[in-house]
């Protein structure tokens, strides 16, 4: 299974966009990308899926470029309430999830 | 809510006393995963059922675990003789499967502390 890395914490203020980048080298060809977000004692809720080029939601956008060795998830004019440690995963929903250890967002006001 | 509902969501216990936490997924998810998860760290897969059928077990789960799902609805795990170490949180996930790519929704977890 396709490992991921991403940074292992990011600061931002209220207001500004992030964008969390993920790199997955060994990702295969039916592997999808997933975000999970994760409060403290919750567990993690789904933001976005994609396999490739650009898919926006309500709470985010994930662009993949074509060699799909990367992606970035990004989150536009954050709040305080987007503090939360996010999950980067590549893989197929059916099978176990492997997690890292996330990125940490912390929100300022 | 329909979601993902685990109870109990706290669980203190005596090192070598049994516990079991109980997992309700999304009533028409068939696939049904158990994570647990330590501080500081993503959740680790443990063992997974499609239906009621246990499909792969990680090696994580050690025969002091069992985890079931008779009916193919609600599951259980279940630790016999615990340990210092199995303190953590266990989260419960259910999804669509095995040919649909919907995701995987968790529920809030069952904290267990070992004292």
């Known amino acids: 299974l396709a490992k991921t890395t991403q940074p292992i914490s990011m600061d931002s203020y209220e207001g500004q966009e992030v964008n969390i980048t993920c790199s997955h080298n060994?990702?295969?060809?039916?592997?999808?990308i997933t975000w999970y977000q994760q409060f403290p004692s919750q567990g993690p809720r789904f933001i976005i899926q994609?396999?490739?080029t650009k898919v926006t939601n309500e709470v985010a956008s994930l662009f993949i470029p074509a060699d799909r060795k990367s992606s970035t998830l990004s989150l536009p004019r954050v709040s305080l309430s987007d503090t939360a440690v996010y999950y980067c995963l590549v893989g197929r929903n059916t099978d176990k999830l492997i997690f890292g250890t996330g990125t940490r967002l912390q929100v300022f006001p | 809510d329909t979601g993902v509902s685990q109870d109990p969501r706290h669980k203190i216990t005596k090192r070598g006393q049994n516990v079991t936490f109980r997992c309700d997924p999304i009533?028409?998810?068939?696939?049904l995963y158990w994570y647990r998860q330590t501080l500081g760290q993503g959740p680790e897969f443990l063992t997974y059922?499609?239906?009621?059928?246990?499909?792969?077990k990680s090696r994580l789960l050690s025969d002091r675990f069992s985890a079931e799902r008779p009916k193919g609805s609600f599951s259980t795990l279940e630790i016999q003789r615990t340990e210092q170490g199995d303190s953590a949180m266990y989260l419960c996930?259910?999804?669509?499967?095995?040919?649909?790519?919907?995701?995987?929704?968790f529920g809030d977890g069952t904290r267990l502390s070992i004292l």
């Open positions: 060994n990702i295969a060809t039916n592997d999808y």
């Open positions: 994609g396999y490739k």
């Open positions: 996930a259910s999804s669509f499967g095995p040919d649909s790519n919907q995701p995987q929704h």
């Open positions: 059922f499609q239906n009621e059928a246990q499909l792969e």
């Open positions: 009533s028409e998810h068939n696939r």
